[in-house]
């Protein structure tokens, strides 16, 4: 193992972004393809966000080498 990186805090951020994005753009979902698949996907990401701002999830990149 050559190096653990530790990528919580930028897939808090990118989940983030897109949770903004998705609730942006709510009209346009809802009207193609409804309240339910909306709110799944808020959820989703919403819910993401809080875990990884809870540190309950974690994203690690490791960079491996062959032996």
């Known amino acids: ?3 653990v990186v530790d990528d919580r ?3 808090q951020r990118t989940c ?3 949770a903004h994005n ?3 753009a709510r009209e346009q ?3 193609r ?3 339910a698949t909306y709110r799944r996907f808020r959820l989703y990401l919403w819910g993401s966000v809080a875990a990884f ?3 309950r999830l974690q994203a690690y990149r490791w960079l ?3 032996p």
Request: glycine share 12%.
């Open 9 to 11: 805090l930028s897939y």
């Open 1 to 3: 193992m050559l190096s």
């Open 33 to 35: 393809w409804g309240e």
């Open 16 to 18: 983030e972004a897109w």
């Open 29 to 31: 979902i809802v009207s």
């Open 53 to 55: 701002g809870s540190q």
């Open 64 to 66: 491996l080498e062959l």
């Open 22 to 24: 998705l609730d942006g």
